[in-house]
């Protein structure tokens, strides 16, 4: 969508420098399409425009999954899930055209081809945290033996770090965990445990989800399994990043302290705690990151790190279907000894056919989806 959008349609920059700055984003821990936004934003009109981007890109998702959380105490989780039941493999068909279309762009060698494929079987098999940034950065050090191919560049601008937002995100993260220890305050113990997941999660909302389940379920039990796999569902069906599942998460953890208004400050503190970490970080390395890239080892690197964020999106798209519950559609006809198609194949494979003709905007499978959820529940 940001290829079709802003470089095809509105050119605001071109096809290398956002595969670049999504390069860069998949190195660094928080939301990479919120990072990527956000940093185009800076790109085009400095601090201010980027944090207006962030906002705008986050605002819808989160007000939508503020209101599910404040309305799922009057709905029956089992009935919220059968409406978005249909949403789910939609979602898994979106991810599988995102491999495809990245893979079309940022492939072009043998060694990229072997990147993609070893680094997608890794993500596949190796289901750990820690595994996303290794690779990346495993991949970036295989290509940067072609460094020589590249062009050098006469007058490099010398290298200078500001630390201040380093510093920053530094500073919270050790500042809350030290808050929330002593004042043992819900709010705050809320706020430094999305701040800390936002931290250290790399890639996306499908490698955030199980880190939230097993902590704010399993572990702390501030809401029940459906509940959790319900926000799950319903984040799929909303504009903008899957991260803002936190303000649903935040909302339903904070029933015990009061009434709605307490839950809107709940969404608001996993909001801010979740977003924040990733912000602070881009911004810290988008300002030196063209003195950076002046080096011919950091352009050569660039090809691998492209090559394995495409197999890393490969992986999500096995990673993401393997959860889907069975469902047959049955035919009206008998087709041999076939009486029945499994659905989910079907429906990721229509939406990815859909997505590759270009002419039915992504709201409205989406909002088919929901339909379907809503008829059929």
């Given at each position: 969508?940001?290829?079709?959008?802003?470089?095809?349609?509105?050119?605001y920059?071109s096809?290398?420098e956002l595969?670049?700055?999504?390069?860069?984003?998949?190195?660094l821990p928080?939301?990479?399409?919120?990072?990527?936004i956000t940093?185009?934003g800076?790109r085009l009109g400095?601090?201010?425009l980027?944090?207006?981007?962030?906002?705008v890109?986050m605002a819808?998702?989160?007000?939508?999954?503020t209101?599910a959380?404040?309305?799922l105490?009057?709905?029956d989780?089992?009935r919220?899930?059968a409406?978005?039941?249909?949403v789910?493999?939609v979602a898994?068909?979106f991810?599988?055209f995102?491999?495809?279309?990245?893979?079309?762009?940022?492939?072009?060698t043998?060694?990229?081809?072997?990147?993609?494929?070893?680094?997608?079987?890794?993500?596949?098999?190796?289901?750990?945290?820690?595994?996303?940034p290794?690779l990346?950065?495993?991949?970036g050090a295989v290509?940067t033996?072609?460094?020589?191919?590249h062009a050098?560049?006469?007058e490099?601008?010398p290298?200078?770090?500001?630390?201040a937002n380093?510093?920053?995100?530094?500073?919270?993260l050790?500042?809350?965990a030290?808050?929330?220890?002593?004042?043992?305050?819900?709010?705050?113990?809320?706020?430094?445990n999305?701040?800390?997941?936002?931290?250290?999660?790399?890639?996306?909302?499908q490698?955030?989800?199980p880190l939230?389940?097993?902590e704010?379920?399993?572990?702390?039990?501030?809401?029940?399994?459906?509940?959790?796999?319900?926000?799950l569902?319903?984040?799929q069906?909303m504009?903008?990043?899957?991260f803002?599942?936190a303000?649903?998460?935040?909302a339903l953890a904070?029933?015990?302290?009061g009434?709605?208004?307490?839950?809107?400050?709940g969404a608001l503190?996993?909001t801010a705690g979740i977003?924040?970490p990733g912000?602070f970080?881009?911004?810290?390395?988008?300002?030196?990151w063209?003195?950076l890239?002046q080096?011919?080892?950091v352009?050569?690197?660039?090809?691998?790190i492209n090559?394995?964020?495409a197999?890393l999106?490969?992986?999500?798209?096995?990673l993401?279907?393997?959860?889907?519950?069975?469902r047959e559609l049955?035919?009206?006809f008998?087709?041999?000894?076939?009486?029945t198609?499994?659905l989910?194949?079907?429906?990721i494979?229509?939406t990815?056919?859909?997505?590759l003709?270009?002419?039915?905007?992504?709201?409205f499978?989406?909002?088919?989806a929901?339909l379907?959820?809503?008829?059929l529940r």
């Open positions: 969508m940001m290829f079709r959008l802003l470089v095809d349609k509105r050119r920059i096809t290398a595969l670049e700055l999504q390069a860069l984003c998949a190195l928080g939301p990479t399409s919120t990072q990527t940093v185009i800076f400095g601090p201010n980027a944090y207006l981007t962030l906002l890109w819808p998702s989160v007000t939508l999954m209101i959380a404040l309305t105490s009057h709905l989780p089992v919220v899930g409406f978005v039941q249909f789910q493999p898994v068909g991810v599988a995102s491999a495809y279309r990245i893979a079309e762009k940022v492939i072009h043998k060694t990229a081809v072997g990147l993609m494929v070893a680094s997608a079987m890794m993500a596949y098999f190796f289901q750990l945290p820690w595994i996303l290794l990346l950065l495993a991949g290509t033996v072609r460094y020589r191919k050098i560049i006469q490099k601008k290298l200078q770090v500001e630390w380093f510093f920053l995100w530094l500073g919270i050790l500042g809350a030290v808050l929330g220890h002593y004042t043992r305050l819900l709010p705050v113990r809320l706020f430094e999305f701040y800390r997941n936002g931290s250290l999660v790399f890639g996306g909302g490698v955030l989800a939230l389940f097993a704010f379920v399993k572990f702390k039990h501030y809401l029940t399994a459906p509940e959790f796999l319900s926000g569902g319903l984040v069906a504009p903008g990043p899957n803002s599942i303000a649903y998460i935040g904070m029933r015990p302290a009434g709605p208004g307490m839950q809107v400050v503190v996993g977003f924040l912000t970080l881009i911004f810290f390395v988008i300002r030196f063209d003195r890239r080096y011919r080892v352009q050569a690197s660039l090809e691998g090559a394995v964020s197999g999106v490969c992986a999500a798209t096995f993401l279907y393997h959860p889907l519950p069975d049955s035919l009206p008998h087709l041999g000894p076939i009486d198609l499994p989910n194949p079907l429906l494979g229509t990815f056919l859909v997505l003709s270009e002419k039915v905007p992504s709201v499978i989406v909002g088919a929901l379907a959820g809503v008829l």
